[in-house]
């Protein structure tokens, strides 16, 4: 495209948008896919850590103790979740993935002392055997939702959005509803199922204080329950999940992942995750709240320094979704060629909706579940956790901090205005935050 | 006949009536001065006889299995939501989302039930003596709605596999919802679905209505293909 410096490409009618022009006229129905947001938005790479210097004294690495454990849900909940990281896989449906990865998830978090979550289609007893800490979900579309399974689950999570479409709900299409992905929710085998965004019983705030309620009475006020949001208006949302009486919000950004939604919906709806934790915590320290309901957050984490960062933010643990997924061996290099056969490549495949996953996670076909292992898997996982954690240690060590709770937004600064305005900590190299009074 | 355990919530909280129906696996129950007491004996996994003296508020008999829940009064929104097995019944009207996502079991309301009912219901059953509200058995995948009053505006909207019966008039339809034919073997549901309700109605004046199937997948065009050929 570039070679030819005689022709006048538009940047309003690039390629791509002109390829999705044709695409849409061809075939009169909307994109989707899945994978979450592609295109560029202010994110925790726009923040650095400062460090030690005169007035803060480092710890030293490998020596020093500096704890990463976290409590979720000790506000109303007689058994809350305890875990050794924080750092938890977020909620993917069987269905949407193998049994075989939901095994994977189940291997690698239960081995690296924390929590994984059902997703949109019930709960699996493969799932629930193999992890240590398992997290239901309830969801608009109540597939597959059970008493005993909420009664055998550590922490339920009621989701009210998710950071790849807020206001939006489900899809799983035709090819990934088989057997016994349709008995468990209770569907005809083959169709594209596109679930409820909003749930069937209450509408507000109000209302689901009084689910959640029932949720308790249900489970004897044993297990958390979480409250799941996508980020849209964090501080509303968050203030009313705590009047609502959520011992945990989870605020999902919309870097967040997706099994299957209109690319429309993924690219143009919500709010970076790194500008929702600053008005999430806003909510919980006005309500005088902040940890005592935790927040979680997830939408685009990558690296310890993102988990680090989130936590300097305000936020108590952070949630894992596509690189739990690539962790275990989506978009695996290795598997190039086959990606490239089915019109993608290795890195850029993000058609999960279809079930042809050659690595064997984002599919029902038994032949392609077969070639993931997910005893391999859940290693991989596992030691992809480790480094999270090893990570976001060794900057908390840096700055002094004997727990990764201890960060806090004073020892970051942004490297761009948007992100200092996002994240409410200066520019680099100045005392300004922009929209603050200096 | 042994006589009920009463249980009285002017005096008890809503934490020890529960946890009493819960902790039981079998006997019956009356519980008085509900006020309108929302959860009320939901989560109950035993054959329990629960009778309830009065109104209740949202969400009771709530994912109920296996009791026989019976409320003498109205019950507020999402009576018996996700209701798994058993029979909840109701003598006077409903809230919204009566039945809402069941799986299982017998939800009776004698009197009206609100807009929703049976909203995205998987297999339970639902007989209601009045009328129904909008939007009643949105998205239904399984199971069967009878109503032997009026149904609301778009009624059966996105509907999967459940049945819905109505012996007064509907205000309309819902997308992919249409009147379908009712055989003998409908008939024969209806009068002891009726029977097991205690309602009184003959079964041929109903009309029943279900899922065109025509939203069960996308139907793209393939504009290409069709020049190429």
């Known amino acids: ?438 | 006949m042994t006589a009920a355990t009463a249980l009285d919530l002017a005096g008890a909280t809503l934490r020890e009536v529960n946890s009493t129906l819960q902790a039981a696996d079998g006997g019956s129950f009356r519980v008085v001065n509900p006020q309108g007491a929302h959860a009320l004996a939901c989560g109950l996994d035993a054959p329990v006889s629960v009778h309830v003296d009065g109104p209740v508020g949202y969400y009771c008999a709530g994912m109920n299995q296996h009791a026989t829940v019976h409320v003498d009064g109205n019950a507020g929104t999402g009576l018996a939501e996700n209701v798994m097995s058993g029979t909840v019944t109701v003598t006077g009207n409903a809230g919204q989302s009566a039945g809402a996502t069941g799986h299982g079991g017998l939800v009776v309301v004698h009197g009206n039930a609100s807009a929703r009912c049976g909203i995205s219901m998987k297999g339970v059953d639902i007989v209601v003596g009045g009328d129904v509200g909008h939007m009643s058995a949105f998205m239904a995948q399984a199971g069967n709605l009878v109503v032997l009053g009026d149904a609301g505006a778009d009624l059966g909207d996105s509907i999967y596999e459940a049945r819905l019966f109505v012996r007064g008039s509907v205000a309309s339809l819902g997308a992919d919802c249409v009147e379908k034919e009712v055989r003998p073997e409908h008939l024969e549901f209806l009068a002891a679905r009726l029977a097991d309700a205690g309602l009184d109605a003959d079964p041929a004046d109903f009309r029943r209505y279900g899922s065109a199937r025509r939203l069960y997948n996308f139907h793209p065009d393939d504009v290409d293909a069709e020049v190429a050929r």
Not at chain 1, 189 to 207: F, M, V
Not at chain 1, 216 to 227: C, F, L, N, Q, S
């Open chain 1, 1 to 438: 495209m570039t070679g030819d410096w005689n022709l006048r490409w538009s940047h309003t009618f690039s390629p791509d948008v002109l390829a999705e022009i044709r695409r849409a006229a061809n075939t009169g129905v909307y994109s989707i896919r899945g994978f979450g947001a592609k295109r560029a938005v202010p994110n925790f790479d726009d923040l650095v850590f400062l460090g030690a210097s005169m007035s803060r004294y480092p710890l030293e690495g490998y020596r020093e103790a500096c704890g990463t454990d976290v409590v979720l849900g000790a506000r109303h909940a007689s058994e809350p979740v305890h875990l050794d990281i924080p750092i938890t896989i977020a909620g993917m449906s069987f269905g949407s993935l193998s049994a075989n990865a939901k095994e994977a998830l189940g291997r690698g978090a239960s081995a690296a002392g924390t929590s994984t979550t059902t997703g949109d289609g019930g709960m699996t007893d493969e799932e629930r055997g193999h992890s240590t800490k398992l997290v239901v979900q309830y969801l608009p579309s109540r597939y597959g939702m059970n008493p005993d399974d909420l009664r055998r689950a550590d922490a339920i999570e009621v989701v009210v959005g998710q950071g790849a479409k807020p206001g939006g709900g489900g899809m799983l299409m035709g090819q990934k509803i088989s057997e016994r992905v349709a008995a468990m929710r209770t569907l005809p085998e083959g169709i594209d199922q596109r679930s409820a965004c909003r749930h069937p019983d209450w509408t507000g705030p109000d209302d689901m204080e009084i689910k959640i309620q029932e949720l308790r009475e249900i489970t004897g006020w044993r297990v958390p329950i979480y409250v799941k949001v996508g980020a849209a208006r964090p501080y509303y949302d968050t203030a009313l999940a705590v009047k609502a009486g959520a011992d945990v919000v989870v605020v999902d950004g919309m870097q967040g992942g997706t099994a299957a939604t209109q690319d429309v919906f993924i690219e143009h709806v919500g709010i970076p995750t790194l500008a929702a934790v600053p008005e999430a915590v806003r909510a919980l320290k006005e309500l005088d709240m902040h940890r005592t309901v935790q927040l979680v957050v997830a939408g685009g984490i990558r690296t310890g320094a993102d988990v680090a960062k989130a936590l300097a933010l305000g936020a108590d643990a952070v949630s894992i979704g596509t690189a739990a997924l690539v962790a275990i061996g989506d978009n695996d290099p290795d598997l190039d060629d086959e990606y490239r056969a089915l019109g993608s490549a290795a890195g850029a495949w993000d058609q999960y909706q279809a079930g042809n996953d050659p690595a064997g996670i984002t599919t029902q076909d038994p032949e392609l579940a077969s070639r993931l292992d997910p005893v391999l898997a859940g290693r991989r996982l596992a030691n992809y956790l480790k480094v999270l954690t090893l990570e976001a240690q060794t900057l908390a060590r840096a700055c002094g901090k004997s727990h990764v709770h201890n960060l806090e937004p004073q020892d970051m600064a942004a490297l761009t205005v948007e992100a200092a305005a996002m994240a409410g900590v200066p520019l680099a190299g100045t005392s300004w935050v922009p929209g603050r009074d200096a």
